[in-house]
Every structure is written in C-alpha cells, then in structure tokens.
C-alpha cells in the first residue's frame, strides 16, 4: 500500500525560508513521479512543482525562482524548499505521487501541511 506523508510545515514571517519533506512508502520510490500541490483558503487547488523519475523537474508560476524541490531516493523523501515566503504563500502543502511509473497524473495524496506567512 502507498503512503504519502508530508512534514515540515509552519508559521514563518514574509521573506523567510521554509523545507517541507515528503516521504512515500509502500514501493521503489525512484520509479515514481513526486510533486507538491496547494490549497489556499477559498481557492483552487494549485500546482507547485514536481520531480520525474528521470530528475527532471517542472514548476508553476508561482514557484519559479524561489521554489526548488529535490528528491532524495535513497530515502524515499521528496523536498520543497520555500525561499522568500509572500503572505499568498499561505496554504495547505500536499504531496503526491503517481499510480503508475509512466503516469502523470497524481493519485496517492498525503494529508496536508499547513504552511503560514505572516506579514
């Protein structure tokens, strides 16, 4: 069985730096994609960035340049490194990962970590 679990999350001041980490279980990690997600209160859920089997990455607008996420394969951990936090940045963090090695779309989700910039 697949398990997503998030961590890392928290109250930081607007310009500060925060590292979520994602761990996932239940198969061998490097076959699979890993990518960040967010919800902000009363919006769409978001894209944030995500890691491909072959270590490439892609991210969304609001992630570029201050956003970098890695993948640590021996340990089964996908990282979100936050630098220079805005207040929009304030939302739940989800982790997810595919069904399938050769998929795109993401299916296994972890709870969520709550991430909070204040001004």
């Known amino acids: 069985q697949v398990q997503v679990v998030e961590s890392g999350g928290g109250l930081v001041q607007a310009g500060g730096s925060l590292r979520l980490s994602c761990a996932a279980s239940?198969?061998?990690?490097?076959?699979?994609?890993m990518g960040w997600f967010r919800r902000a209160p009363g919006k769409e859920r978001e894209f944030v960035a995500a890691?491909?089997?072959?270590?490439?990455?892609l991210y969304g607008d609001s992630a570029k340049g201050r956003f970098t996420i890695s993948r640590d394969n021996p340990k089964n951990t996908v990282y979100l490194q936050m630098n220079s936090l805005k207040p929009e940045d304030t939302a739940v963090y989800y982790c997810a990962t595919t069904q399938y090695s050769n998929s795109l779309d993401f299916y296994y989700w972890g709870q969520g970590t709550q991430v909070t910039v204040s001004s």
């Open positions: 890691t491909y089997r072959s270590s490439a990455t």
């Open positions: 239940g198969r061998t990690f490097s076959d699979y994609a």
